[in-house]
């Protein structure tokens, strides 16, 4: 099994962004809350997480919106 990390250090991805994340969890159950790096990793998994910070941070935006086809969508604000 292939052991994947983030390209980002948990401290300079809390440092640059806050996290928001709105809809529905693996369970059905509502979420509409502002996450940490390990949040987000165990709604979505270090993969999707790599990928959306990697967009965020080209975006060069204030927000950018992501969205999963399962209905959540993790919204980054650059502080």
């Known amino acids: ?12 991805i809390n440092k640059n962004f806050k996290m928001k994340v709105y809809g529905y969890n693996e369970n059905g159950k509502k979420v509409d809350t502002l996450v940490g790096v390990s ?4 709604l979505i998994g270090v993969e999707l997480a790599n990928k959306q910070i ?7 935006a204030d927000k950018t919106v992501c969205k999963l086809r399962r209905g959540l969508k993790v919204t980054y604000y650059v502080h």
């Open 39 to 42: 949040g987000l990793i165990a």
């Open 54 to 60: 990697e967009r965020a941070y080209k975006s060069g």
């Open 1 to 12: 099994m292939k052991v994947t990390k983030l390209n980002y250090s948990t401290s300079e």
